[in-house]
C-alpha cells in the first residue's frame, strides 16, 4: 500500500498543492500523533490552501482512504489522528488577516491555534473569546462551539462567527453565511466537522487588551457549601466575569485542592474589584493570584499526559445546579480520582436562542466535565467503573458539550445534542455529506431522504 500511495501523491498532483507524508518520512509523526491518541495512517496531507483540501479529497476518494481532518490534534475523543486512511493536517492554513478595522472582522485559518490569534489579535488592540490554551486549534474547537474565558460578555465563540470558507466533499469551495448556506451555517456553528473541511472562519473581534485573570485557591471545608456558595455568585455576578470552579483530587507531589479560575474582561478597577471581591470571601483563601495582564497572557502551554495514561472525559449540562446536582457533584469528587471543572455559563451566551445555532444548550446555568486517568494498561472495567460514577452525574444533565466529549459512540453523540436539533443536523449533514466519508468526527449520520 505505501508503495501505492508513494506512486499515486505524484502522478495525481497532490503533491503539487500539499505537502504530503508517508509513514517514516520527516514531519509524519508529528502529524500522526496527537495528544490523545497516537495514529498510523497510511498518508498525510498538509494543504497550503483550500485547492491542496480539494485535491486531498479527491486522492482519498479515488485511494479509497478514510478521511480525518485534524486542526490543534487535541480531540479529546482521538479524532485528531487515525490507524489507516489519511490525515488532512490543516496546520499551513494558519492566517490571521484584519479585514476591517471598524467591525473588528478577522479571517483565521482553520489550522492557526488559538494561542497564535490572541498574539497577532493583540497587535490590532483586539482579542477573539476562545481556548484555554495556546495548541489548540481554531477549527475544531471553533466548528464545536467553544466555551471562552469570555463567554459570559461575548459568548460562545460561533456567537463572533460571522462566515466560514469550506471545502465540499466533492471538492467545491462554498462560502456559508447567515445569507448563503445558511442551513449549512447553522450546522457548523456547533455541529463539528461533519460537512465538510473548514478552510478559514470570519470572526467579529472584541475591543479587548487586557483582562484581570488568575485563580483563587481555597480551603474547602465545606465543599457542597462552596459550590452552592459559587453558584449563588455567579447568578448574581457582573458578566463581565467568567469563573471556573476546579477540584482537584490529590497527584503524586501535589495536595488535593479547590480553585477558582476567574477572567474579568473589562477596564475598570473599581468595578473588577467589586465583582471579584464576593468570590474572594466564599471561603476562606489560601492564594491568589488574579492580576492584570495581556488577553494573549491567559493562555497556557499543553501539558502532555503521562506516558502510560490516558484521560476519559466526559460532560454534560446542568440547567441549573440545585441541590441534588451539588451532591451528585460532591460524590463524585469526594470518590476519589475524578478531576472536575464546572464552568459558569448564562450572560451573553444565554441570550442567543436555542433554536439559532446547533449548539441549543443556551439554558445552561454550568457546564460539568470530569476527566478520569485511567492507565492504558488497565482491565476494561477500570473504565467502566469510571463510566458507572460519572453516570450519576450525567443522569441530572443533558446534552453534552462535544468539544470536551471523550467519546465518539453513536449514542454519546446523539445524546449530545437535543432530539430536534440532531435532526435538522443530520438533514444538512444528507445535503452536504450524504456518504458519510466525514465519519471520523463526532459524527452525526446523514439523515434519510
Known amino acids: 500500500m505505501t508503495h501505492i500511495l508513494s506512486s499515486e501523491r505524484h502522478s495525481s498532483g497532490l503533491a503539487e498543492v500539499a505537502e504530503v507524508l508517508l509513514p517514516g518520512e520527516d514531519g509524519y509523526a508529528e502529524s500522526a500523533t496527537a495528544l490523545f491518541a497516537d495514529g498510523t495512517p497510511d498518508l498525510v496531507v498538509r494543504p497550503r490552501d483550500a485547492a491542496g483540501v480539494a485535491a486531498a479529497l479527491r486522492h482519498a476518494s479515488d485511494a479509497g482512504l478514510a478521511v480525518t481532518v485534524r486542526s490543534g490534534g487535541h480531540s479529546m475523543a482521538g479524532l485528531s489522528t487515525n490507524t489507516h486512511g489519511m490525515v488532512i493536517d490543516t496546520r499551513r ?83 456559508a453565511d447567515a445569507a448563503e448556506h445558511a442551513d449549512l451555517f447553522w450546522a457548523l456553528r456547533g455541529g463539528g466537522g461533519n460537512f465538510g473541511v473548514a478552510v478559514g472562519f470570519d470572526f467579529i473581534a472584541q475591543p479587548i487588551t487586557s483582562v484581570r485573570f488568575g485563580t483563587i485557591g481555597y480551603r474547602a471545608d465545606d465543599l457542597p457549601g462552596l459550590i452552592a456558595g459559587w453558584r449563588d455568585l455567579v447568578r448574581a455576578s457582573d458578566e463581565k466575569l467568567t469563573t471556573t470552579l476546579n477540584l482537584m483530587p490529590a497527584m503524586p507531589g501535589r495536595p488535593e485542592g479547590v480553585t477558582l479560575t476567574c477572567c474579568f474582561a473589562g477596564t475598570d478597577d473599581a468595578e473588577a474589584e467589586r465583582a471579584l471581591r464576593p468570590f474572594r470571601e466564599l471561603a476562606p483563601v489560601v492564594s491568589d493570584d488574579i492580576r492584570l495582564m495581556p488577553y494573549v497572557d491567559v493562555f497556557e502551554d499543553v501539558s502532555p499526559l503521562p506516558p502510560g495514561l490516558r484521560m476519559a472525559v466526559r460532560n454534560t449540562f446542568f440547567s441549573t445546579l440545585d441541590a441534588a446536582r451539588v451532591t451528585a457533584v460532591n ?55 469510571a463510566l458507572r460514577r460519572w453516570s450519576r452525574v450525567a443522569i441530572l444533565g443533558s446534552g453534552a458539550y462535544v468539544g470536551f466529549l471523550g467519546s465518539a459512540e453513536p449514542a454519546d453523540v446523539a445524546a449530545a445534542y437535543p432530539a430536534d436539533t440532531y435532526r435538522r443536523l443530520a438533514d444538512v449533514k444528507r445535503r452536504y455529506d450524504p456518504d458519510n466519508i466525514l465519519r471520523r468526527t463526532h459524527n452525526v449520520l446523514p439523515g434519510r431522504p
Open 93 to 175: 492554513i494558519n492566517g490571521v488577516r484584519l479585514l476591517d478595522a471598524a467591525s473588528g472582522r478577522v479571517r483565521v485559518g482553520a489550522g492557526a491555534t488559538w494561542g497564535a490569534v490572541a498574539a497577532k489579535l493583540s497587535r490590532h488592540g483586539l482579542a477573539l473569546t476562545s481556548g484555554d490554551t495556546n495548541q489548540v486549534g481554531v477549527g475544531g474547537l471553533a466548528l464545536g462551539g467553544g466555551i471562552g474565558w469570555m463567554v459570559r460578555r461575548y459568548g460562545l465563540v460561533i456567537d463572533s462567527l460571522a462566515a466560514v470558507q469550506m471545502v465540499t466533499v466533492d471538492g467545491r469551495m462554498i462560502g
Open 331 to 385: 460524590d463524585l469528587f469526594t470518590g476519589g480520582g475524578a478531576a472536575i471543572s464546572l464552568r459558569g455559563l448564562g450572560g451573553a451566551a444565554a441570550r442567543v436562542g436555542r433554536d439559532a445555532t446547533a449548539f441549543a444548550h443556551r439554558d445552561a446555568e454550568v457546564m460539568v466535565a470530569a476527566a478520569f486517568p485511567v492507565p492504558e494498561d488497565a482491565p476494561p472495567g477500570r473504565l467502566d467503573q
